[in-house]
């Protein structure tokens, strides 16, 4: 598993390869893959427009795919403006295009898209991001929360988003509060390129680096059972699942539940997505946290709830997500 990925753009003036060819510019891209993967990063590409050589388009934008991917040692695809609006059969067929040329000109990879849009049948191919969005205020927590429930329940369950959102950010407790709960998703997608202020996990120092860290250690050792519930995805049940999936009822079909989720049958995740209370130790707290029938555990302190009931007042420091897991789960971990 490599350290990390890096995207370079092909558009926008910023091209990979500032040559006067095709060739030029994927013998760059190749350069650049080589030193990368020296040092643990595999690469792939931020792309703005065609797979494909095309006559009458400049070296800058050009594009050829298969050599990227043989060549230069591309495994990843983030599609951007081409590949919407009026380009909807091309956005469609382009990952599929991809999801087929990465296995065959890149040693049986397993390919990785991520498309700006998706529609029915994106989901065999590609994980959708929600766009360009502002960080650093609790609006970017609170609407993703029923954003990431709605695409599962239309039938995309791989749902990202930028991390502490693309542009703005900045806010200590809004970035680390967006890195734990984003820690049961599919995917975690950190950007700046557009952005004024740097989006890395240590960007905004001690304490809120080790705790971004912790959570994203976390993330890695829940891998196994990350697979498992993508596994069940294949078949329509959604990786992050609206209450009512686990226990319709009149409580849960509303929209009282809409910001908490379940990952997987086993984890229940109540994000902190406003600003909150304090308890009397200064700690921000949860309210209206919905458990299903049944005994949950606080995932971090052990503490034990009985369900079909509603917790008030969940202490939440700022280190800690509010999650628990059902009274005997299994959970595979690394």
Do not use: C
């Amino acid at each position: 598993m490599p350290f990390g990925w890096l995207l370079p753009n092909d558009g926008y003036g910023a091209g990979y390869g500032q040559t006067e060819t095709l060739d030029g510019n994927i013998t760059n891209l190749k350069d650049f893959g080589d030193y990368a993967r020296k040092n643990g990063v595999e690469i792939g590409l931020w792309t703005q427009s065609n797979l494909h050589p095309k006559d009458g388009v400049s070296a800058l934008l050009q594009r050829d795919i298969i050599k990227e991917t043989r060549d230069a040692g591309v495994r990843v695809l983030k599609t951007d403006v081409a590949w919407v609006g009026a380009g909807y059969s091309f956005g469609l067929n382009g990952i599929a295009d991809v999801a087929h040329i990465i296995p065959q000109y890149g040693n049986n990879s397993r390919p990785f898209i991520i498309s700006l849009d998706g529609w029915a049948g994106t989901q065999r191919y590609a994980s959708i991001w929600s766009g360009d969005q502002t960080g650093g205020v609790w609006e970017y927590i609170r609407f993703h929360i029923p954003t990431y429930l709605g695409s599962g329940l239309s039938g995309q369950p791989n749902i990202t988003s930028d991390m502490d959102g693309i542009f703005g950010g900045k806010n200590t407790t809004i970035n680390t509060r967006d890195f734990q709960w984003k820690t049961f998703t599919p995917t975690q997608l950190n950007m700046d390129g557009w952005g004024a202020n740097e989006k890395y996990p240590h960007a905004l120092g001690e304490p809120i680096t080790s705790i971004n860290r912790t959570y994203l250690k976390l993330k890695s050792q829940l891998m196994p059972y990350a697979y498992s519930i993508a596994k069940e995805a294949v078949n329509g049940l959604p990786i992050i699942r609206a209450m009512f999936l686990a226990e319709p009822n009149a409580y849960t079909n509303g929209t009282a539940t809409q910001y908490q989720y379940l990952y997987g049958p086993s984890f229940l995740v109540a994000p902190i997505y406003q600003a909150t209370k304090l308890d009397e130790k200064g700690n921000d707290i949860r309210n209206n946290i919905y458990l299903p029938t049944g005994t949950w555990f606080d995932y971090f302190t052990g503490d034990k709830y009985e369900g079909n009931s509603i917790i008030n007042s969940f202490d939440a420091p700022l280190w800690k997500l509010p999650v628990l897991v059902k009274e005997g789960a299994i959970i595979p971990m690394v």
